[in-house]
């Protein structure tokens, strides 16, 4: 079985972004694997290691990447990397990104793959179902619970309101993984100096049988800035009936909470 893992470099979430003329200040930016890509790393591993295979990670970036996706990925168990770091690639939207994702995966004839539910960087949600659809595959979502059985699947999806469901499909699919499905594994130090003889294939677009036409954004950011600066606190004085009337009324005729 060869499993695919679509893992992305993002900003640590305990990094101060800054905003910079058009983009992102990098200057003191801690980039990490995706935490929710960390649940899909492990549950690839683990798959690995149940039915045997191998376990290649899929990625769009420059050759920044590379030094996360060893330590955060290649020296936890996956056997290489593909990266696909073609300018055009660099500057696409969403389904730009899975147009180049799902023709990399199709070129290594990949049969199951684990993405993270979302990025923690633009929250989009966009790019794993983008995948499935381009390729074909059944796509399960937010899975909680996995396992495989030849060329079945059962998976256990979270829902809203505590809810969780079970699905079953045939492979190959592609499986977005929630909090709680597995505990991430750290890499340890002799595993870290092991991965950096394992390989990494760099790919152009024509590679994965695209053009910088076929992954034209349709999208595009036109402006960054920083979020409006929260509004200074009030103190409401006087004794607990009047200060009690007080908050109401400005609940209600300020805030329009109540």
Request: charged share 25%; net charge negative.
């Amino acid at each position: 079985m060869k499993i695919g893992i679509c893992a992305k470099i993002t900003p640590d979430t305990d990094t101060q972004v800054k905003i910079q003329g058009d983009g992102i200040d990098s200057n003191g930016v801690k980039y990490v694997i995706s935490p929710y890509d960390a649940f899909a790393i492990e549950e690839a591993i683990r798959t690995k290691e149940a039915h045997g295979g191998e376990v290649v990670s899929f990625t769009v970036g420059d050759a920044s990447v590379l030094n996360q996706l060893r330590k955060g990925c290649l020296a936890l168990g996956a056997d290489r990397a593909v990266i696909v770091s073609d300018g055009a690639a660099l500057a696409t939207d969403s389904l730009g990104i899975a147009r180049v994702l799902a023709g990399a995966i199709k070129r290594d004839e990949t049969d199951l793959v684990f993405c993270g539910k979302q990025a923690i960087d633009d929250d989009n949600v966009q790019v794993p179902a983008m995948v499935a659809e381009i390729l074909d595959w059944a796509l399960v979502s937010r899975v909680v619970e996995f396992s495989v059985d030849g060329d079945s699947f059962t998976a256990t999806r979270s829902m809203d309101g505590g809810v969780q469901e079970v699905v079953t499909g045939k492979l190959p699919a592609v499986i977005t993984t929630d909090r709680g499905l597995n505990t991430p594994r750290y890499a340890k130090l002799p595993a870290i100096m092991k991965a950096k003889k394992k390989p990494v294939n760099n790919l152009e677009l024509g590679d994965v049988g695209l053009s910088a036409d076929d992954i034209a954004p349709a999208v595009r950011t036109v402006s960054w800035g920083e979020p409006p600066p929260r509004p200074q606190g009030r103190l409401i004085e006087g004794d607990v009936d009047t200060a009690v009337a007080e908050l109401v009324r400005l609940l209600r005729e300020e805030a329009k909470v109540i």
